[in-house]
């Protein structure tokens, strides 16, 4: 079965710490991954997507990605946290159709 | 340029009632999904519409019904409403038919609380 887990439901982290949220994904053939940021009452927002090429993708707000084949991972990170990141952070993944695999979520909470 | 816009914001319905729930993407985008997302959850994929065609359906009964207008816009229909359809129903528009290579552009919602 295709799926995506993100396996923390919660990161704290200080600020001006790195942030890593951790995603691994079971699709068979090749991945098109997605990481989206969900602020209170607001819709998603796109971050990144790897499609293919660089295993490091790198994305709006300071945000990027590694892509991990192997280990079949797609971990956000950020070098230096902001109390603005505090948010939840989904993982998605497509096999390449049109539905979109979502995880269930990690909360980011950076403390000031 | 305007976002996804979704109406209305809040509704409250009845078991058993209909609901109609409307999204307008964005401007040239022809592509339009909708997800549905219970509360701790992650988005659950409901239906894809390109140029007025269905493209693609999750795993929801036939009482989920979607239909997508000339203008790009979309109605999701839920009819025998259950407590469990209550959820924030997300719209998302893309700019193309393969939508699993190119980002979402998501609306803010509507949250739907059936009692």
């Known amino acids: 079965a295709q799926s995506v887990a993100q396996p923390e439901d919660q990161v704290n982290v200080a600020e001006g710490n790195p942030l890593t949220v951790k995603c691994t994904y079971s699709v068979s053939g090749n991945p098109y991954l997605f990481w989206y940021v969900q602020y209170p009452n607001r819709g998603l927002q796109f971050l990144l997507k790897?499609?293919?090429?660089?295993?490091l993708v790198k994305g709006s707000y300071g945000f990027e990605a590694e892509f991990n084949k192997s280990q079949t991972s797609f971990h956000l990170k950020k070098p230096s946290a902001l109390v603005s990141d505090s948010a939840l952070y989904f993982c998605a993944v497509t096999p390449g159709t049109y539905k979109y695999i979502f995880g269930t979520g990690t909360r980011l909470k950076v403390l000031a | 340029d305007a976002g996804v816009t979704q109406s209305p914001t809040h509704l409250i319905k009845t078991r058993g009632q209909h609901v109609t729930l409307r999204c307008s993407p964005i401007s040239g985008h022809k592509s339009v999904s909708w997800y549905q997302q219970v509360l701790g959850q992650g988005p659950q994929f409901i239906f894809q519409y390109y140029e007025k065609e269905e493209r693609g359906r999750g795993n929801f009964p036939d009482r989920f019904s979607a239909r997508q207008f000339p203008n790009y816009s979309s109605e999701l229909n839920v009819n025998a409403l259950l407590l469990g359809d209550s959820a924030l129903y997300l719209c998302?528009?893309?700019?193309?038919?393969?939508?699993?290579?190119?980002?979402?552009?998501f609306g803010p919602g509507t949250r739907l609380t059936v009692t």
């Open positions: 790897y499609i293919t090429g660089d295993n």
């Open positions: 998302a528009s893309s700019a193309s038919r393969q939508a699993f290579s190119y980002e979402q552009y």
